[in-house]
């Protein structure tokens, strides 16, 4: 058996994966803390649906590369990256059903009305772009002799090529709209507010999912700014200037961490090509624990640059806002300190407010 088997499997896998977390999510009640355990419960639940996904293809014998070699007579490289796009495409349903069995719980939580329509359209469209990009990469890693170097390259230049695209990565698997003349008004002068300039801006859809967000992504010199339109509905002025400054001051952070993920992922894959997979476990835990208290460092530095701009009172009680329309925690376990590569929010307000 091979493309019927693993369709079957992949169907399967995903009704099951989807029926699993709705019945998961009937433990959560109304907007609580219980919302704040959505994203690791979802996160969970969609790794192990995966898991469960590939054991499901190993056990029914499925593969994807026979009947793609059989249907196309070409090169063997367009033949494996068929293969790569038929094995991400079928992940990314897995996932996609998994969320949409989640769905519910999180509509309930964080008391939003967002569509399964929308919702569905929105998450599809980051998980296929996402996981078609990770496929070309891998056929492409596959079609070499992989070495030490030129896995370290090969990681490096995906890295690069993410971060210069980001802008248009990101118009393309979200919403993405210019501001209106009132919008770019307002943002013009809450930038002026914190003491910021030189961004293209760009604001987001996310009145349903009330996501008060701002993030800066492109190269020096072409730089956006996007911002969601349900910040700019749900704060005020004050708030809504403290967060663009704590957004910009923050941008080169997000430059630290990806050529960070960039070095630490290309040592991974050469230490892991060159038959040395306690080293490169090694690296895995080694390099988020040395990253993190450099990258603490530099979120209260940009703390620190916000707070110069608009005020350090000013800045904590924004940051304290949007965690409470977020209902997100302020105060972050360790560990997940330490991957995000970041301090916890409570961290950040109490540094501000005892400075």
Same mark, same amino acid.
């Given at each position: 058996?091979?493309?019927?088997?693993?369709?079957?499997?992949?169907?399967?896998?995903?009704?099951?994966?989807?029926?699993?977390?709705?019945?998961?999510?009937?433990?959560?009640?109304?907007?609580?803390?219980?919302?704040?355990?959505? /994203? /690791?419960?979802?996160?969970?639940?969609?790794?192990?649906?995966?898991?469960?996904?590939?054991?499901?293809?190993?056990?029914?014998?499925?593969?994807?590369?026979?009947?793609?070699?059989?249907?196309?007579?070409?090169?063997?490289?367009?033949?494996?990256?068929?293969?790569?796009?038929?094995?991400?495409?079928?992940?990314?349903?897995?996932?996609?059903?998994?969320?949409?069995?989640?769905?519910?719980?999180?509509r309930r939580t964080r008391e939003v009305e967002l569509g399964t329509g929308t919702a569905a359209v929105r998450v599809a /469209?980051?998980?296929?772009?996402?996981?078609?990009?990770?496929?070309?990469?891998?056929?492409?890693?596959?079609?070499?002799?992989?070495?030490?170097?030129?896995?370290?390259?090969?990681?490096?230049?995906?890295a690069a090529g993410a971060y210069l695209a980001a802008p248009w990565l990101i118009a393309l698997t979200q919403s993405v709209?210019?501001?209106?003349?009132?919008?770019?008004?307002?943002?013009?002068?809450?930038?002026?507010?914190?003491?910021?300039?030189?961004?293209?801006?760009?604001?987001?859809? /996310?009145?349903?999912?009330?996501?008060?967000?701002?993030?800066?992504?492109?190269?020096?010199?072409?730089?956006?700014?996007?911002?969601?339109?349900?910040?700019?509905?749900?704060?005020?002025?004050?708030?809504?200037?403290?967060?663009?400054?704590?957004?910009?001051?923050?941008?080169?952070?997000?430059?630290?961490?990806?050529?960070?993920?960039?070095?630490?992922?290309?040592?991974?894959?050469?230490?892991?090509?060159?038959?040395?997979?306690?080293?490169?476990?090694?690296?895995?835990?080694?390099?988020?624990?040395?990253?993190?208290?450099?990258?603490?460092?530099?979120?209260?530095?940009?703390?620190?640059?916000?707070?110069?701009?608009?005020?350090?009172?000013?800045?904590?009680?924004?940051?304290?806002?949007?965690?409470?329309?977020?209902?997100?925690?302020?105060?972050?376990?360790?560990?997940?300190?330490?991957?995000?590569?970041?301090?916890?929010?409570?961290?950040?307000?109490?540094?501000?407010?005892?400075?």
């Open positions: 058996m091979s493309l019927p088997a693993f369709a079957a499997a992949t169907a399967v896998t995903t009704v099951l994966a989807h029926g699993l977390m709705r019945l998961l999510g009937r433990r959560y009640g109304s907007s609580d803390r219980a919302s704040r355990r959505l /994203r /690791r419960d979802l996160l969970v639940g969609s790794v192990l649906s995966l898991v469960g996904w590939l054991v499901a293809v190993v056990a029914a014998d499925g593969s994807v590369h026979p009947a793609v070699a059989n249907l196309l007579a070409g090169p063997e490289f367009a033949r494996t990256l068929l293969t790569a796009y038929g094995y991400a495409l079928a992940g990314t349903a897995v996932v996609l059903g998994t969320y949409l069995g989640y769905l519910p719980a999180i /469209r980051w998980l296929v772009v996402a996981a078609l990009f990770a496929a070309t990469a891998a056929a492409a890693a596959f079609s070499v002799s992989l070495t030490p170097l030129t896995a370290a390259v090969g990681v490096a230049l995906v709209r210019e501001p209106t003349d009132e919008e770019r008004a307002r943002i013009d002068s809450l930038l002026d507010r914190a003491d910021a300039d030189g961004y293209r801006l760009r604001v987001l859809d /996310r009145r349903e999912e009330e996501n008060a967000s701002a993030f800066v992504r492109g190269p020096p010199g072409y730089r956006h700014l996007f911002v969601t339109d349900y910040l700019l509905d749900a704060l005020d002025d004050d708030d809504a200037a403290a967060m663009l400054a704590v957004t910009t001051a923050n941008a080169r952070h997000t430059a630290y961490r990806l050529g960070l993920v960039a070095v630490g992922g290309g040592l991974l894959l050469a230490t892991l090509s060159a038959g040395r997979p306690l080293v490169g476990v090694g690296l895995l835990v080694a390099v988020p624990t040395v990253g993190y208290p450099v990258g603490r460092r530099l979120v209260f530095h940009a703390d620190d640059r916000a707070a110069d701009a608009v005020g350090a009172g000013r800045v904590a009680d924004a940051l304290d806002t949007v965690a409470q329309l977020h209902d997100a925690s302020l105060d972050a376990g360790l560990l997940a300190r330490v991957l995000s590569l970041r301090p916890s929010v409570g961290q950040r307000i109490d540094r501000l407010r005892a400075d």
